[in-house]
């Protein structure tokens, strides 16, 4: 394999994934040149993930997968039918504002997971296949995390080699594709709308009237709620959007447009 600093094949890989994103016409289409782009590099399949921290997102639905043909399905669908985001070591770290890439399996045999974080990366390997990892977090704030995972059926020495060789050309792509993404309304509406819709009508309509930026009291004019009430449905709010106050409530409603997916 060629070192990622002086080929000029994986170099025109990077130009052309730059010039694939920029004309890119959705989210899809970003993943679809994603996983093509990690392929090329030497990995076999890989998922993007990404979880908004308000509305118990490690409840329900669970975080927001975009999943290469490479990366096992069934092991996604046992892993959210196992709650185990709720042990996935990867997570906790990016909880933990750790944002360096981690070899699963070099974590592993430096004995530093417990039994249940061993757990998910065994059934991934010995169940269904992925004989080598590597998560790469790309976003840790109070609103979100995100990261990216691949996976490789090579042996140890292979695996190694690839890393050594492409795991700064990987990082770049990740990073590119999720600055990308992000930006888009198209993928807040799909990370936002299923949390959005397990609030009910009250809930609603309090959020909007906070977001016009009215004071409180004014809102049993306005909607019919009585300010005590809608005060307590605030709090609630607040809990469920992982936010602190009106204005930061104000603010992520405005920057994910969220008033337009209610």
């Known amino acids: 394999?060629?070192?990622?600093?002086?080929?000029?094949?994986?170099?025109?890989?990077?130009?052309?994934?730059?010039?694939?994103?920029?004309?890119?016409?959705?989210?899809q289409a970003c993943f679809d040149l994603l996983a093509k782009t990690s392929e090329?590099?030497?990995?076999?399949?890989?998922?993007y993930t990404s979880i908004a921290t308000g509305v118990a997102p490690l409840e329900a639905r669970g975080p927001l997968f975009f999943r290469s043909d490479g990366f096992s399905d069934a092991f996604l669908s046992h892993y959210q039918e196992a709650d185990f985001a709720s042990q996935d070591f990867t997570i906790k770290r990016i909880m933990d504002d750790d944002l360096q890439a981690v070899n699963w399996w070099r974590e592993a045999g430096a004995g530093r997971l417990s039994a249940d974080e061993q757990e998910v990366i065994d059934v991934a390997r010995y169940d269904y296949g992925m004989t080598h990892g590597l998560s790469v977090p790309l976003l840790k704030n109070d609103h979100h995390m995100a990261g990216c995972s691949v996976v490789s059926d090579d042996n140890?020495?292979?695996?190694?080699?690839?890393?050594?060789?492409?795991?700064?050309?990987?990082?770049?792509?990740?990073?590119?594709?999720?600055?990308?993404?992000?930006?888009?309304?198209?993928?807040?509406?799909?990370?936002?709308?299923?949390?959005?819709?397990?609030?009910?009508?009250?809930?609603?309509?309090?959020?909007?009237?906070?977001?016009?930026?009215l004071p409180l009291k004014s809102i049993e004019a306005v909607a019919g709620i009585s300010p005590s009430y809608a005060g307590n449905v605030r709090t609630v709010l607040f809990r469920k959007l992982g936010v602190k106050n009106v204005s930061e409530l104000a603010y992520i409603v405005g920057l994910h447009r969220i008033l337009d997916l209610l």
């Open 1 to 27: 394999m060629d070192n990622t600093g002086t080929s000029p094949q994986l170099k025109l890989l990077l130009a052309d994934f730059v010039l694939g994103l920029e004309s890119a016409s959705d989210v």
């Open 40 to 47: 090329t590099l030497g990995f076999s399949g890989l998922v």
């Open 156 to 213: 140890n020495e292979t695996f190694s080699q690839l890393l050594d060789e492409r795991l700064g050309l990987l990082k770049t792509i990740l990073r590119l594709f999720h600055d990308r993404v992000y930006a888009s309304p198209e993928f807040q509406a799909q990370l936002y709308l299923p949390l959005l819709q397990q609030l009910n009508s009250t809930e609603r309509t309090v959020l909007r009237f906070l977001a016009s930026g």
